[in-house]
């Protein structure tokens, strides 16, 4: 007599094997952010002994990518909500906000954010960290609005007629019915853009932030070897940014809505 093992639903399938590679991925992660100067110490000079070096520019590294991330992300509903108001000045203002931070660079932004800001506020004291964090939040925040605000304009007007037809009131109707799926679709750009913040975030050491580039940058000026320090550096980012993409990716698979993955 043949046994038949139980089959599971797909999407029950597709959320198990999305949860175990979003948990090993950041698992892996960590590991490698607590463990880094180990494997590090034992490369040759001028690696092995700045090998704790590289491991605490990392962290700084990777809390400027979660606390500018994080930032960012309610920036960016903020300036969504604000582009697609009714209230015109409202929608001028977040459009002018998006217009500026996306046409211009974000080293510029970086140094106006520490050099400038403090003369246009004298009473306000930022430091290195504070002043990269605000500009790394701006500029993703942008970019992160144009993502909300194509999400919030895809889902179908039906959605807002069925949900008043149920005697909705408007706010219901946003926060029950349209934000979520919106934030569905708009999900993979979000994603891709808090990857792409990890390597943006390297553009801290502008201002003398004690990130990984600007440790890699102070070790070849010190040893005269630009290609293992260089190397090293890109190779740290290359592993956290592959880990990144992992967890991303898994997210992505996730929530997919439309079930078009198996």
């Given at each position: 007599?043949?046994?038949?093992?139980?089959?599971?639903?797909?999407?029950?399938?597709?959320?198990?094997?999305?949860?175990?590679?979003?948990?090993?991925?950041?698992?892996?992660?960590?590991?490698?952010?607590?463990?880094?100067?180990?494997p590090l110490s034992w490369?040759?000079?001028?690696?092995?002994?700045?090998?704790?070096?590289?491991?605490?520019?990392?962290?700084?590294?990777?809390?400027?990518?979660?606390?500018?991330?994080?930032?960012?992300?309610?920036?960016?509903?903020?300036?969504?909500?604000?582009?697609?108001?009714?209230?015109?000045?409202?929608?001028?203002?977040?459009?002018?906000?998006?217009?500026?931070?996306?046409?211009?660079?974000?080293?510029?932004?970086?140094?106006?954010?520490?050099?400038?800001?403090?003369?246009?506020?004298?009473?306000?004291?930022?430091?290195?960290f504070t002043s990269a964090?605000?500009?790394?939040?701006?500029?993703?925040?942008?970019?992160?609005?144009?993502?909300?605000?194509?999400?919030?304009?895809?889902v179908p007007k039906g959605?807002?007629?069925?949900?008043?037809?149920?005697?909705?009131?408007?706010?219901?109707?946003?926060?029950?019915?349209?934000?979520?799926?919106?934030?569905?679709?708009?999900?993979?750009?979000?994603?891709?853009?808090?990857?792409?913040?990890?390597?943006?975030?390297?553009?801290?050491?502008?201002?003398?932030?004690?990130?990984?580039?600007?440790?890699?940058?102070?070790?070849?000026?010190?040893?005269?070897?630009?290609?293992?320090?260089?190397?090293?550096?890109?190779?740290?980012?290359?592993?956290?940014?592959?880990?990144?993409?992992?967890?991303?990716?898994?997210?992505?698979?996730?929530?997919?809505?439309?079930?078009?993955?198996?």
């Amino acid at each position: 007599m043949m046994l038949s093992l139980p089959h599971w639903p797909t999407k029950w399938s597709r959320a198990a094997r999305s949860n175990a590679t979003i948990v090993v991925a950041s698992c892996v992660l960590l590991a490698a952010l607590w463990l880094l100067a180990i494997p590090l110490s034992w490369a040759p000079d001028p690696i092995g002994p700045a090998a704790q070096d590289f491991a605490d520019g990392t962290w700084i590294t990777m809390e400027l990518t979660l606390v500018s991330g994080v930032a960012g992300l309610i920036i960016g509903l903020l300036a969504a909500l604000g582009k697609t108001s009714r209230v015109p000045p409202v929608r001028w203002l977040a459009g002018l906000f998006i217009w500026i931070i996306r046409g211009t660079p974000l080293l510029v932004q970086v140094l106006f954010v520490y050099f400038a800001l403090p003369v246009l506020a004298p009473s306000l004291r930022l430091s290195d960290f504070t002043s990269a964090c605000i500009a790394l939040a701006l500029n993703v925040g942008a970019y992160n609005a144009e993502a909300i605000r194509a999400g919030l304009q895809a889902v179908p007007k039906g959605q807002h007629e069925a949900a008043r037809s149920l005697g909705l009131s408007g706010w219901q109707t946003f926060l029950d019915i349209i934000f979520p799926q919106a934030m569905k679709i708009s999900l993979p750009s979000l994603v891709n853009n808090f990857v792409s913040l990890l390597k943006d975030s390297s553009l801290a050491y502008a201002i003398g932030v004690v990130e990984l580039t600007n440790v890699g940058n102070r070790i070849q000026a010190a040893t005269f070897e630009p290609i293992p320090t260089l190397v090293t550096t890109a190779s740290i980012y290359l592993v956290m940014t592959t880990l990144l993409t992992r967890i991303s990716d898994a997210v992505e698979h996730r929530y997919d809505v439309e079930g078009r993955r198996s």
